[in-house]
Nanobody
Framework: QAQLVESGGGVVQAGGSLRLSCAVSEDTFVWFAMAWFRQAPGKEREFVASIMRSGGSTDYADSVKGRVTISRDNAKNLMYLNMNNLKPEDTAVYYC???????????????WGQGTRVTVSS
């Protein structure tokens, strides 16, 4: 069972930037597609971005496209989410997830981190 640990959350003003990281304990990290999801208070968990095993294919939710970049370092078992021009509506707990296939739905991912909180103040 892969263990995922997110870090990098915090409080930032609107228009600011944050970089989230996800460390994966599993040596087979390279075989996993990875994704970021987020969950705001009172809302369902929603897809943010995903990246294929090789890093060659990425997918973004329309709400973050152009402001967010997902990347991974297979040699270090790390995945990143660089977020720019943050908005108050980006406030949520951000989760990293891993599974064999690159998907957009939380139910398709069987490995999850505990989440890191991002708060964007206006």
């Amino acid at each position: 069972q892969a263990q995922l640990v997110e870090s990098g959350g915090g409080v930032v003003q609107a228009g600011g930037s944050l970089r989230l990281s996800c460390a994966v304990s599993e040596d087979t990290f390279v075989w996993f597609a990875m994704a970021w999801f987020r969950q705001a208070p009172g809302k369902e968990r929603e897809f943010v971005a995903s990246i294929m095993r090789s890093g060659g294919s990425t997918d973004y939710a329309d709400s973050v496209k152009g402001r967010v970049t997902i990347s991974r370092d297979n040699a270090k078992n790390l995945m990143y989410l660089n977020m720019n021009n943050l908005k108050p509506e980006d406030t949520a707990v951000y989760y990293c997830a891993a599974d064999r296939l690159q998907r957009r739905y939380p139910a398709d991912y069987h490995h999850w981190g505990q989440g890191t909180r991002v708060t964007v103040s206006s």
